[in-house]
């Protein structure tokens, strides 16, 4: 399939925001701008790139190698790297028995592509639902769309009445991430609905005005409950449902006027293996900061703007680096993502 360009500039800059909300540098005021639409974004576009009328068994078979696998893979290599360069401080077997049950905070490696691997089995059912019924009666998305929205909503009612002391581990999160299923399809059927029904109204307004309009509104709302008090209720509302999509779609907005390049558009195509990578990569480097520059360091994350200027450096330089291993998995060891290593050219 061909690789939309705008796509994955946006997933640049969410995974860029993976990488900075990880950091030991940054500050609240950063993280309460980029935060709210970095999963959403992912899910918009997994439904947005979706195609529907596949047979299930087919389907099946693609998410598990393009996911389920890697998933596998890279945890495994996660969880060992861990043991070996921490000289067996790990607990090596329980962490990866605890990987295999992806309950949420506990030893869930690349918890984000388990729960999208799941996220995707109630979408591809709830779609193909709505492309039998839509063949039959032509005005029926807002139904569905409707019906998605419910899901959000019982995604949220489950967080706020379910308790942990409920649950034998403690917390209440499900194995692997059936609670974020249900905000997974609303967030997927977005993506699925704009780019079938909605998209070309968007494309009407000034790609420019759309940008701004988008970002200075998303912004204006992300910092109101800093100088406003807002009502329990509207503040669930707006974090759970309004500042998402308009956080995502500020960045879709910019993505589309931002002139594309070989290293935004390469990290933006490879952003599994920035999941999987980025933490070793930012952990090692920030050892060394507190091992050898402790004092300008500390002096450096003490102060809010140069703890902010030097998340986003780091976070661009952690990048950098993971070109490296991207570029070795991608040439030497395409199985992992499961994908085909490519045949050499006949010579004649």
């Not at 490879?270 to 002096?299: C, D, M, W």
């Not at 703890?307 to 976070?315: C, E, K, N, P, T």
Request: hydrophobic share 50%; net charge positive.
């Amino acid at each position: 399939m061909k690789r939309i360009e705008w796509l994955d500039i946006a997933k640049y800059f969410f995974i860029m925001v993976v990488i900075l909300e990880h950091l030991e540098a940054g500050a609240d005021e950063l993280s309460c701008l980029i935060v709210p639409y970095t999963l959403p974004g992912f899910l918009f576009v997994s439904g947005y790139t979706h195609k529907s009328g596949q047979p299930f068994k087919s389907f099946f078979i693609k998410k598990f190698r393009t996911l389920f696998l890697p998933w596998l893979i890279l945890t495994f290599i996660d969880i060992t790297l861990s043991q070996l360069v921490s000289f067996g401080e790990h607990r090596y077997f329980y962490e990866l028995g605890w990987n295999l049950l992806q309950i949420r905070g506990l030893h869930d490696q690349m918890w984000f592509v388990a729960a999208l691997f799941t996220c995707y089995f109630p979408f591809y059912f709830f779609i193909e639902w709505y492309k039998k019924k839509s063949s039959e009666n032509n005005h029926r998305t807002e139904a569905f769309l409707a019906l998605a929205l419910l899901s959000l909503g019982a995604a949220v009612l489950y967080s706020l009445t379910m308790k942990p002391e409920w649950f034998p581990w403690g917390t209440i999160s499900l194995p692997w991430h059936a609670d974020y299923a249900l905000r997974g399809l609303f967030f997927m059927s977005c993506g699925y609905f704009f780019h079938e029904k909605y998209e070309k109204y968007y494309e009407r307004f000034n790609p420019y005005i759309r940008a701004i309009v988008f970002t200075l509104v998303y912004a204006a709302i992300v910092y109101a409950p800093y100088f406003v008090t807002i009502p329990n209720l509207i503040f669930s509302v707006t974090a759970n449902l309004i500042t998402p999509l308009l956080g995502m779609f500020a960045i879709f907005s910019i993505s589309k006027v931002l002139p594309a390049n070989p290293y935004i558009m390469y990290v933006g195509q490879n952003t599994l293996l920035y999941f999987a990578f980025h933490g070793k990569v930012f952990g090692l480097i920030e050892g060394i900061f507190r091992s050898f520059f402790a004092q300008p360091y500390y002096a450096i994350l003490s102060n809010k703007i140069t703890s902010i200027v030097f998340a986003i450096i780091f976070a661009v330089v952690v990048s950098l680096i993971l070109i490296i291993p991207s570029y070795i998995v991608n040439r030497w060891f395409p199985f992992i993502l499961g994908k085909r290593k490519p045949k050499a050219p006949k010579t004649t």
